[in-house]
């Protein structure tokens, strides 16, 4: 009896050791891809070991350490629901047995834990250790603004527990959960189309290429001599040669992109762009479908409603209607609306400031990209299935949400979703109908692109030439 004891303890043991060993490695490979992602963004700085530097340094790994608890957090249904097919497929193949449920849910608490950590603690402490100074009269040094940081966030702690503490007084916490359901992902999925655009290479029908080119050079060239000839005039520098500078780049813009259009290849032009375009189409109608279909299910079965779950077993039964081919389908558009949803935050006004750019980011800026991307990826999970997108309960701390009872709260969103999603999409597609009729007819080139006002020289006209005021 003692001897069994210990071999079922031992078993215990290389199952954790195995879980951690295999956490630790998933951790490790998101690691390394999020430092790549981040250094490409980051601004290049000196090599000169400074104070600076190893506090831009220290910060650059809580950035990459958040970036890549969120790459986990998007993958994490995902592998969860893959996991699950392969069991009942394979249930008692040997190379597998370390894909449990011990695993999964190890996983889920883990990335929980790790999201909370990064948002509450290290992302604020990241922002306040890159802006601190250390206090006045203090010697200067790492330590100070260590001590500063940590200053700076217990205040910040006791402000937000003061501001939890009067909110939850004040406002049933359902309601207050509405705050976390957000339409970046319906705005995301009709920007897709304009991104993919700009990206791939339009086909030209009914369009001449060469002399939309010959018009650019010819505004291009105007702009040049107004731009000339306003720097030698003392009295009319400032914001206006400012203004001709900007509208001078975005006239160089739009040549660079025709003659990208010019010279790239037919199959570029003609097939890559349709195929791009329908695959986009079809993965927004879909998602709109499912979600359609999910309220139809939270109307007429109890059973609809997104729930957690505490059962550790896994493999057990499929979760997909359509075996495999639903779960891949499932994945996919986990995927698309984690992308539409970064898109759409991008897209908002108030958040374009932090797009990154390539090589010329901030330390500042690349903090609040990680808190935005950490926040929309954490909401994944519960999102996916409270629009029906997948079956797969949410484990760990993602299924205690209070909300997710509420069956006027998941319904409403479910309608937000669709009815936002299709008039974007509707929107989308009507107003670009429209600019390429207007393209195709030639009635574009009515519509005259004026310059900045110029007191002494007047404006300039789409072909170029000054007119006279």
């Known amino acids: 009896m003692e001897e069994d004891d210990v071999s079922i303890r031992e078993q215990n043991f290389h199952s954790q050791v195995r879980e951690y060993i295999i956490c630790f490695l998933l951790f490790a490979v998101l690691y390394i891809v999020s430092y790549c992602i981040i250094t490409r963004y980051k601004r290049k700085s000196d090599d000169h070991e400074d104070e600076d530097a190893v506090v831009n340094r220290i910060s650059l790994y809580l950035c990459t350490f958040t970036l890549a608890v969120s790459g986990g957090a998007v993958f994490l249904l995902p592998f969860s629901i893959i996991s699950n097919e392969i069991l009942l497929s394979f249930p008692r193949n040997y190379y597998i047995q370390w894909l449990n449920g011990s695993l999964i849910h190890g996983l889920w608490n883990l990335v929980s834990l790790f999201s909370n950590l990064c948002l509450f603690v290290l992302m604020p402490f990241a922002y306040f250790f890159l802006e601190s100074e250390g206090f006045a009269g203090s010697k200067k040094g790492i330590k100070a603004r260590i001590l500063e940081t940590f200053v700076m966030l217990f205040l910040l702690a006791l402000l937000i527990l003061g501001i939890v503490w009067v909110a939850s007084a004040l406002i049933d916490n359902d309601a207050a959960s509405m705050e976390s359901l957000y339409v970046c992902t319906p705005v995301g999925m009709s920007r897709m189309f304009t991104v993919m655009g700009q990206l791939l290479v339009k086909p030209t029908i009914l369009e001449d290429l060469d002399e939309q080119i010959y018009c650019i050079h010819l505004q291009e060239e105007a702009l040049q001599r107004r731009l000339n000839g306003s720097s ?238």
Request: net charge positive; proline share 3%.
């Open 232 to 469: 030698s005039l003392t009295y009319i520098r400032g914001s206006f040669t400012y203004q001709l500078t900007k509208e001078l780049d975005n006239i160089r813009s739009q040549k660079n992109k025709l003659e990208r259009r010019k010279k790239a290849s037919g199959w570029e032009k003609n097939l890559l762009y349709p195929i791009v375009m329908l695959i986009l189409l079809a993965g927004t109608t879909i998602s709109v479908i499912m979600v359609a279909l999910n309220i139809l299910y939270l109307l007429v079965d109890e059973t609809a409603m997104p729930k957690g779950s505490t059962d550790r077993g896994i493999g057990n039964t499929s979760l997909s209607t359509f075996g495999v081919v639903q779960a891949v389908l499932e994945i996919i558009l986990m995927f698309y609306l984690m992308v539409s949803s970064v898109v759409g935050f991008y897209s908002l006004r108030v958040f374009e400031g932090f797009t990154p750019r390539k090589d010329d980011t901030t330390m500042t800026t690349i903090i609040g990209c990680c808190v935005s991307i950490l926040v929309l990826s954490s909401a994944l999970p519960v999102m996916s299935r409270t629009l029906g997108i997948t079956r797969f309960d949410l484990l760990g701390d993602f299924g205690r949400f209070n909300w997710l009872g509420n069956i006027y709260i998941v319904l409403s969103y479910n309608l937000l979703f669709a009815v936002v999603t299709t008039l974007c999409l509707v929107r989308k597609f009507t107003s670009a109908v429209r600019e390429e009729l207007l393209k195709a007819l030639g009635l574009d080139k009515l519509q005259l692109s004026n310059s900045p006002a110029d007191p002494e020289s007047g404006k300039l006209s789409a072909n170029g030439h000054q007119k006279t005021l």
